[in-house]
């Protein structure tokens, strides 16, 4: 079993900045990637930024030069630097995480709220 534990979220107004994370714990081996996806409503859920199993690091169209994705390796652990938001960023914002065969986890979600 493999938990996913997100922090981090909250009301912002426009402009500003806030740092999610997400810590994976229990049955992992090894990590093949692990990320973010945020899903606003009557939207599809859509990358936000991910490791991959490559090492190569990937970001949404949407959030590219704002987002900032960083992991702590020892601790199963990702951050997710936002800055300049939006409030299309508003979104429920999700962490998964890939272990070996492709299995993917889910945390439950976290609020982004940006005011205008």
């Known amino acids: 079993q493999v938990q996913l534990e997100e922090s981090g979220g909250g009301l912002v107004h426009s402009g500003g900045s806030l740092r999610l994370s997400c810590a994976a714990s229990g049955s992992i081996v090894s990590i093949y990637g692990m990320g973010w996806y945020r899903q606003a409503p009557g939207k599809q859920r859509e990358l936000v930024a991910e490791?991959?199993?490559?090492?190569?690091?990937n970001y949404g169209d949407s959030v590219k030069g704002r987002f900032s994705i960083s992991r702590d390796n020892a601790k199963n652990t990702i951050h997710l630097q936002i800055d300049s938001l939006e409030p299309e960023d508003t979104a429920v914002y999700f962490c998964?995480?890939?272990?070996?065969?492709?299995?993917?986890?889910w945390g439950q979600g976290t609020q982004v709220t940006v005011s205008s």
């Open positions: 998964f995480v890939v272990l070996p065969g492709s299995y993917y986890y």
């Open positions: 490791f991959t199993s490559s090492g190569t690091t």
